[in-house]
């Protein structure tokens, strides 16, 4: 089993960037396709970024596509978000999820193991 714990979150203006991290303990982190999700007040958790346990494969929605950058350290047992241009719709809670030998699915019944999330507010 593995815990997963993000970080990074806070208030920023549009434009601005951010970068979120995600820490992992438990488990052995290679064994684990890493995705971010997000969930913005009302809405359902949309899938934002994901990337293979060897790091080869990254998925990102077409929303953040250009603008979002996914990455990971195994050595470190963290995945990374860095997130540039940020626009007021980018505001949400970001959640952080593993998939037990996963490729990175876009498909978050797919995750096994989930973080608290951490709120990021793009301010207009």
């Known amino acids: 089993q593995v815990q997963l714990v993000e970080s990074g979150g806070r208030l920023v203006q549009a434009g601005g960037s951010l970068s979120l991290s995600c820490a992992a303990s438990?488990?052995?982190?290679?064994?684990?396709?890493m995705g971010w999700f997000r969930q913005a007040p009302g809405k359902e958790r949309e899938f934002v970024a994901a990337v293979s346990r060897s790091v080869s494969i990254t998925n990102y929605a077409d929303s953040v596509k250009g603008r979002f950058t996914i990455s990971r350290d195994n050595a470190q047992s963290t995945v990374y978000l860095r997130m540039n241009s940020l626009k007021p719709e980018d505001t949400a809670v970001y959640y952080c999820?593993?998939?037990?030998w996963g490729t990175g699915s876009t498909k978050a019944p797919e995750y096994d193991y989930w973080g608290q999330g951490t709120q990021v507010t793009v301010s207009s």
């Open positions: 999820a593993a998939d037990l």
């Open positions: 438990g488990s052995t982190f290679s064994w684990y396709a």
